[in-house]
């Protein structure tokens, strides 16, 4: 049985920074894609970045680009989302998702394993 647990969410100022973490389990995820989403009311779920577990080729939603990132570690069966300058409009409930196959990797609907999210919330 997979699991992925997220943590470190919580209350932030505009400016600040927090980092989610994303702990796995009960399979070997060497194969797989990591993925972060977020979703706030009233919309839907969007892709936020991306990262092959092998090789470390990491890719990012333009609206993030250049103030998140994500990285994982091996050892620890973990990918992190290191969120800097935060934005109130980066307020949502944040995902860690896990799929086997590189394509279409922004599309929430592809992927297989789902954490039960996080919340984080940018005041203004």
């Known amino acids: 049985q997979v699991q992925l647990v997220e943590s470190g969410g919580g209350l932030v100022q505009a400016g600040g920074s927090l980092r989610l973490s994303c702990a796995a389990s009960g399979r070997t995820f060497t194969s797989y894609v990591m993925g972060w989403f977020r979703q706030s009311p009233g919309k839907e779920r969007e892709f936020v970045a991306v990262?092959?577990?092998?090789?470390?080729?990491?890719y990012y939603a333009d609206s993030v680009k250049g103030r998140f990132t994500i990285s994982r570690d091996n050892a620890k069966n973990t990918v992190y989302l290191q969120m800097n300058s935060l934005k109130p409009e980066d307020t949502a409930v944040y995902y860690c998702?896990?799929?086997?196959?590189?394509?279409?990797?922004?599309?929430?609907?592809?992927?297989?394993?789902w954490g039960q999210g996080t919340q984080v919330t940018v005041s203004s």
């Open positions: 998702a896990g799929k086997r196959y590189y394509s279409n990797y922004d599309r929430w609907r592809e992927y297989d394993y």
């Open positions: 990262i092959t577990w092998s090789a470390g080729n990491t």
